[in-house]
């Protein structure tokens, strides 16, 4: 049963409807056994959060930051802030002091929740230069507090202070003077072009982003449910709790490097991503394919063939299939595909919301031919995650993001850019008016600073309009739509395409290094080092081929010329990455400015 109304009481009555049924699937810090939790103590266990909460003094609005990975303490400390109107501001659990020393500083937090030893220790560090801050609370019981700090206690002593609920009655009156227009979250952007900014939620927000998903998204209570992408972002966020509100499961997975383990453990049916986690899905499909026979090569060459027809020819386009190419794809699908899914721990698979990326069509048809419903959407944290997703209900086409969801407009301005307005979208930029006048137009529109168009009642998108680079031609590069292509290659982990006032289209990879020692090892090429790889000219041309294969289809003037190989990979630490693992390219092409100058040389 759904339940959308205010944040503020989603979970006590959900708890209501659902008692001891599970809600929480997860594990403890450094644990290896999966624990349950149930609407009823989840709920009973937000309480004690909003009594300890009042207990340090926390006043209405009052912003409290969280930073963290995902871990049950970190949901239950969102829903106890909200019973008590108070606002939650995420951080990443890889945000750097200097960030999380202006976020806490810009918002004036004074109780800081954190996850494990390094945010902890990052938090203690920058607690001085912090003029607000007065609280750090432990999510880890492990986390060793520094014998000489006097202001961090772990969570469970924070627990204690909400014993016995002993201020429940004011929690209560609180949540009942709850408006729909209290901020809910400020979540900082990541910033690929400059400095974070607090892009403002409200409760309003959240209840229109509910009822409008909800009619396209079959979230239900059977699902389950997996928590893949950070919390902390927009997209993990609006979907867990849509995914709450339906009674679904979730499975709370705490470390994104053992989130396949996690799958085949718990099969989940449900889980949302971003595109880089289907292109490795399909690489490594791929990579075992390749290794098999030809016999069982062939076999499955066929099956997606049929697969292809079947679900992206008919079923996704709305129509019928011929009723022996049915008959060939239910068997298919029984024998080779469920095969593929039960390895990724995907047997009970449901569908897939994606988005945060550009989507190659040849990884979106792979997955959906396999039998996996992919919802490839697109969204900002300005507008409370979606503004489009695909509708399994209407014809979906590879390489649109989806519809519109109801209530939000959509316009394209001259300019090719996407313009948003409706109850999603956020008021603006936490004490920032500059900003926020500068990203509406006249007319209250959204500037998204992505480039699109319209086509047949779905979106589709052709770039960001700052990432868009023009050559000293003339000519517009989409850069994204090029990586796209490059990352469903095998051998390359990460890739930037260069293009700004150059003369052509280059490149900066860094390859898959297991598989290329391993290539190497196989063509008997000598190396002792990384360095000796990326200088190979037979693992040069090896590359060149693979890429001009992958290119075909762009224009002459889109295709990447020349490229060099990097011995390591794009960083946060080196500000080359944001938290959300997209290029900040400026600092890019000033970082690695000697390697691309060296690509133009004649």
Same mark, same amino acid.
């Given at each position: ?45 937000? %309480? ?5 909460l009042l207990n340090m003094g926390v006043g209405v609005q009052e912003n409290i930051g969280i930073f963290s990975q995902n871990a ?73 507090? @520094? ?116 799958? %085949? ?36 060459? @066929? ?6 027809? @079947? ?35 995907l047997d009970n698979a449901h569908f897939f919301p994606t988005a945060g990326a550009a989507v190659s069509a040849e990884v979106e ?238």
């Amino acid at each position: 049963m759904q339940e959308y109304g205010h944040l503020s009481n989603m979970i006590f009555a959900q708890a209501e409807r659902y008692g001891r049924r599970e809600l929480f699937i997860y594990k403890d810090f450094g644990g290896s056994e999966w624990k349950s939790c149930s609407f009823a103590e989840a709920a009973e266990r937000s %309480r004690q959060v909003a009594n300890a909460l009042l207990n340090m003094g926390v006043g209405v609005q009052e912003n409290i930051g969280i930073f963290s990975q995902n871990a049950l303490q970190y949901l239950l400390c969102d829903f106890g802030a909200w019973a008590i109107r108070a606002v939650t501001i995420p951080f990443y659990a890889t945000s750097s002091e200097e960030q999380i020393q202006f976020m806490a500083s810009d918002a004036q937090i004074r109780i800081l929740f954190v996850g494990q030893q390094e945010q902890y220790d990052k938090a203690r560090r920058i607690f001085t230069l912090c003029p607000t801050l007065q609280h750090i609370v432990v999510f880890d019981e492990a986390v060793a507090i @520094h014998p000489n700090d006097t202001f961090a206690i772990h969570f469970s002593d924070f627990m204690r202070r909400g014993e016995g609920l002993p201020r429940q009655s004011e929690v209560d009156a609180r949540t009942r003077a709850a408006t729909y227009d209290d901020l809910a979250n400020i979540l900082y952007t990541s910033g690929t072009t400059g400095q974070s900014k607090g892009v403002m939620l409200r409760h309003s927000q959240y209840r229109a982003a509910f009822q409008a998903n909800i009619q396209s998204v079959p979230v239900c209570e059977q699902d389950r449910v997996m928590m893949f992408l950070p919390y902390t972002h927009i997209f993990e966020r609006a979907w867990d709790l849509l995914a709450i509100g339906a009674g679904a499961r979730i499975i709370v997975n705490t470390d994104p490097h053992q989130v396949q383990q996690s799958m %085949r453990e718990t099969h989940p049916t449900c889980m949302s991503s971003v595109p880089r986690f289907w292109e490795k899905v399909y690489v490594g499909v791929r990579q075992k394919i390749e290794s098999s026979n030809p016999a069982t090569r062939a076999m499955f060459e @066929h099956a997606l063939k049929v697969g292809r027809r @079947h679900n992206i020819e008919y079923v996704f386009r709305q129509k019928h299939p011929p009723l022996a190419l049915h008959l060939e794809y239910e068997l298919i699908n029984k024998t080779i595909f469920s095969l593929v899914r039960k390895e990724l721990g995907l047997d009970n698979a449901h569908f897939f919301p994606t988005a945060g990326a550009a989507v190659s069509a040849e990884v979106e048809e792979f997955i959906l031919s396999i039998g996996l419903n992919m919802m490839v959407g697109y969204g900002l944290t300005e507008s409370l995650a979606t503004v489009s997703n695909c509708h399994f209900d209407k014809p979906i086409t590879i390489g649109s993001v989806g519809r519109p969801i109801p209530g939000i407009q959509v316009k394209i301005a001259d300019t090719g850019e996407v313009m948003l307005k409706g109850p999603t979208v956020t008021p603006g930029y936490y004490r920032r008016d500059d900003l926020t006048r500068q990203a509406f137009d006249q007319e209250g529109f959204f500037h998204t600073g992505d480039a699109g168009y319209i086509k047949d009642g779905e979106l589709f998108l052709t770039d960001r309009i700052k990432d868009l680079f023009k050559t000293s031609n003339g000519k517009y590069i989409a850069p994204q739509m090029i990586e796209a292509k490059l990352l469903v290659d095998k051998f390359i982990d990460q890739v930037a395409v260069i293009a700004d006032e150059r003369k052509f289209v280059s490149a900066l990879i860094i390859p898959d290094y297991a598989l290329l020692e391993q290539y190497a090892r196989s063509n008997n090429i000598a190396f002792s080092c990384r360095e000796d790889l990326c200088a190979d000219s037979q693992i040069h041309n090896m590359l060149q081929e693979r890429i001009d294969t992958l290119q075909q289809q762009l224009a002459q003037y889109e295709k990447v010329k020349r490229f060099t190989l990097l011995p390591h990979h794009f960083t946060m630490e080196r500000g080359e990455l944001t938290n959300t693992l997209k290029i900040r390219r400026k600092v890019v092409a000033e970082n690695y400015r000697r390697q691309i100058d060296a690509m133009y040389e004649e």
